[in-house]
């Protein structure tokens, strides 16, 4: 039986189940995807988007799913906190992949939502209809399967000229005593001229197997501002399958980072579409990885119209037989003229047993541009290794240090200088070999 077929079964048997407790908005979009996902199943590694990363090992594993919508054993609320020095965020929390209501009254300006995307998709189905679904219905097999079984998520949304100046933080506690497959959904839609920030993190409990599939819809308004920050600590037994679908409409600005420390397998996935002109991404990855751990990032930004702006930097540094692996695509269409894009690949090797994979991919239809990109894979530099030694720093303090200054012009583009600070220790500790531990946190072991 293929993996499909397997959950599809669960699918027809639960059905009933899934369907019941979530809003008709929701399960419209579910028998879409779902006749979707028959039809074209998961992604094969002779997909060329799929060719470093073969999922259907992963997805043959035997997971537990939460259909029932068993409430979770812990509340983190009370036991979580992921403070980070100087950082005041309004936090908000996914256990598995069940959000948990706020209990307090929310503090935001008057008329941001934030909170179950159920719940407001059962209370107000025409503010959710031309957004939800409306990005990652054109996507994969790994999207169709999370719209198909999806049951709640996590909804942002902020009204034309609203600001929100306390950063906004999700916290995706997975904890089970079970090998489990959650499947989280998030939809951010930022209507003209709104700007926040947004912290999204990752973070296991037990050393169980688990799988977490994620799609994340973003839609951003003319003259709109989204910064949003992604930070993976899980486990060398976590595995993520991360989606991000984003619109951006005329002179919009979209500021993403995403920075894996600790992970077992991750394929995060980005596609950006600009659609207005005037409008701006800039993209950050950094990926540190040992063991045998393996981080994907797949990047596709579409520029549809012309002058507009995009910009990329992603770097790993991969030790003992980890694997890297960065596909990025940049699609210049061919009323696209006046474009500016930049892509930049950069990627250490510590050992010799490590992999990078590397395919950047330029497609240019418009004849009036200014776009460049570029993939290096190197080690650490001898010469500034033998002039630090030769001052008396110990080898493995230097190498700590060349590290960390390659590290710094991901980190440095951080505009939130609590995270950037606390980002700085964390990566430093991470090439020591210390365990992390979240300030005042009383999960962390």
Known sequence: MSNEQE????????????????????NKARAKAYTSFKAIGFPTKDEEEYRYTDILPILAENYGMNLGRVDAA??????????????????????????????????????????SLNSVAAKRPELLAPYYNALAQNGDGVAQFNTTFVQDGL????????????????????????ELLSNRRLLIVLEEGAQASMLVCDHTVEKIKSLSVQVVEIFIG??????????????????????????????????????TLTNGVTRNSVNVSLVGEGAEVNMNG?????????????????????????????????????????VGKMLIRKDAQHTASQQTNRNLCLAKSARMYAQPQL??????????????????????????????????????????????????????D????????????????????????????
Do not use: W
């Not at 048997?13 to 899934?18: A, H």
């Open 222 to 259: 003319r003259g709109a501002r989204l910064d949003l920050y992604e930070l993976e600590e899980t486990q060398n037994e976590n595995i993520r399958l991360s989606q991000l679908f984003v619109r951006q409409e005329a002179d919009s600005r979209f500021n993403h980072t995403n920075v």
């Open 363 to 416: 497609e240019i239809y418009a004849d009036d541009v200014k776009c460049g990109h570029g993939s290096t894979v190197g080690q650490l530099d001898e010469n500034a290794l033998f002039y630090m030694r030769q001052r008396g720093i110990p080898a493995d303090e230097a190498c700590h240090l060349l590290m960390f200054a390659f590290a710094g012009e991901v980190i440095d583009a951080i505009k939130l």
């Open 418 to 445: 609590a995270l950037r600070e606390r980002l700085h220790i964390l990566v430093e500790k991470r090439f020591r070999g210390e365990l992390n531990r979240c300030q005042g946190c009383s999960l962390c072991k």
């Open 286 to 326: 950094l990926a540190i990885s040992d063991k045998k751990q393996h981080i994907e990032n797949n990047t596709v930004v579409d520029h549809v119209v012309g002058r507009c702006n995009s910009n990329e930097l992603y770097k790993y540094i991969l030790d003992d037989e980890s694997k890297g692996v960065f």
């Open 74 to 115: 812990i509340n983190p609320r009370e036991i979580f906190s992921c403070d980070v020095p100087n950082l005041h965020t309004h936090q908000e929390y996914i256990v598995n992949d069940t959000y948990l209501a706020r209990t307090e009254e929310s503090k935001l300006p008057e008329g941001v939502i934030l909170g």
């Open 155 to 178: 909804l942002l949304y902020i009204p034309r000229n609203t600001q929100v100046d306390t950063t906004i933080q999700l916290m995706n506690v997975l904890r089970t005593n079970v």
């Open 7 to 26: 959950y599809i079964e669960l699918f027809d048997q639960n059905r009933s189940l899934i369907e019941e407790p979530c809003a008709p908005l929701l």
